[in-house]
């Protein structure tokens, strides 16, 4: 266990009492992205330092829906981090997408891989463990990065400060931030920052009782504008969520768990909320905003959240975390050994950042700001119920196996045939009923006649 770990670490308690020590990589953040960076590195021979400002080991976030997209499971399963969360109790679990012309689903012989639900609760102290029990790596709790340490125009290290006030310097080749959507790194490096409006809101919690229909996928309706979503989860629990537009945040406010269970319970195929019971708190957040930073700097990287911090409405953040902190270390790792530049290693992780995620993220901020389907999303989610092709490329796109790019050029050309024959036919039945009452008409007149 951490607690073990942390009381039987060979130099922690000398090193503290140092002024500087040198590692070849700080990562600021023990979460999801800073916990799996810092196992991927150490695993191939960096020396890591990875420091929180929080004190429990047991931190875990608070307000996430849980869900890790398909894209991410192999990721999961090449770091060896898939079978302990099954172990814990992780769901393994499709998804499953309501618009106003059907549900598009998981067809049975898709070979992408299920996405994972497991409690940020249960999730985050496991991942945080297993960094910890990582040889090469040196947890350290209760730190805040106070200040980077330049040389010439690199960043060359942390200052990290404890809660008493003692500081360490913390040297290394390679400082990353995975210390989420405020990221302080970023703020100190001064890299880059971009942001972008949300006109939503979110709150959710989880609720005990009946499954709801095609358990354990997890289920997401798209009420142009709105939003509401089911995540069924470890031990039973399904983790509700609603994301309205903000001209519903009054009722929220005024007691967010009964709006929450009366928005889910009247949505079209409403899951079985009502029948069900709140455990624990309805939990809620209100800013929203898309931010992205520059994901490099000399010496410095960004990931998971401090990377991008996106609309959680399409569940990637915790996927994304995982993802990006695999691609940061392929492309570094080498240079932290000392074979190749680490200006490469990082040139090349950014090209992999932007490659992976950027044309998802733009996606995303145009439809974040809360606005209804415009035409092309109305033809995809108009055809897709009834192209069992086209179901399979919205599925490879909304778990985020491929594209934007892709999915309009290979899925776009499926729509528009599907609309076609759509309309044809409703010409040739309109015709057929035309008929059928000119024919009707004329059989009365001769009868009168």
Request: charged letters at 20%; hydrophobic letters at 45%.
């Amino acid at each position: 266990m951490i607690k073990e770990e942390m009381s039987t670490m060979s130099d922690a308690s000398t090193d503290n009492q140092a002024s500087e020590l040198q590692r070849d990589a700080v990562i600021v953040g023990a979460s999801l992205a800073g916990a799996t960076a810092a196992i991927a590195l150490a695993r191939q021979g960096a020396r890591v330092a990875l420091v929180d400002q929080r004190t429990e080991a047991s931190a875990f976030k608070r307000v996430c829906s849980h869900y890790i997209q398909s894209s991410a499971v192999p990721a999961l399963e090449r770091l060896g981090l898939l079978e302990p969360m099954l172990a814990a109790g992780a769901v393994v679990s499709g998804a499953r997408i309501w618009t106003r012309w059907g549900w598009a689903e998981r067809s049975p012989k898709s070979k992408l891989p299920s996405g994972v639900n497991l409690r940020r609760e249960v999730l985050d102290p496991l991942i945080r463990e297993i960094a910890a029990s990582t040889p090469g790596v040196e947890l350290m709790l209760g730190r805040t990065a106070h200040e980077l340490i330049r040389e010439r125009d690199e960043i060359a290290g942390v200052v990290v400060r404890e809660r008493s006030g003692e500081e360490v310097r913390l040297r290394a080749r390679l400082v990353v931030g995975a210390d989420g959507r405020d990221s302080r790194v970023a703020k100190l490096a001064g890299v880059q920052r971009k942001t972008y409006p949300h006109g939503r809101f979110a709150y959710g919690g989880y609720f005990e009782g009946p499954p709801p229909a095609r358990a354990p996928d997890a289920s997401l309706w798209m009420l142009d504008p709105d939003m509401a979503a089911a995540f069924p989860t470890d031990s039973g629990l399904t983790f509700y969520a609603a994301m309205p537009v903000k001209d519903r945040l009054p009722a929220f406010r005024e007691d967010p768990a009964r709006a929450l269970v009366e928005f889910v319970a009247s949505i079209p195929d409403a899951p079985p909320i009502a029948q069900s019971r709140l455990v624990g708190d309805v939990q809620g957040k209100l800013d929203m905003t898309n931010i992205a930073h520059a994901v490099t700097a000399p010496g410095l990287a960004l990931i998971g959240d401090a990377a991008l911090a996106i609309d959680p409405l399409w569940g990637v953040g915790c996927g994304w975390a995982f993802q990006s902190a695999e691609w940061l270390a392929e492309s570094v790792a080498p240079a932290l050994r000392g074979e190749g530049s680490l200006a490469r290693g990082l040139s090349r992780y950014r090209r992999r950042h932007a490659r992976g995620l950027r044309g998802h993220a733009m996606m995303m901020y145009d439809y974040a700001g809360g606005r209804k389907f415009q035409p092309p999303e109305r033809l995809l989610f108009s055809a897709a119920p009834k192209s069992a092709r086209l179901g399979a490329i919205m599925e490879a796109f909304g778990t985020r196996n491929i594209g934007p790019a892709r999915m309009m050029l290979t899925g776009m050309p499926i729509a528009l045939g599907v609309s076609a024959r759509s309309a044809l036919a409703r010409v040739a039945g309109a015709s057929r009923s035309g008929q059928g009452s000119g024919a009707a008409a004329g059989g009365a007149s001769a009868g009168v006649r």
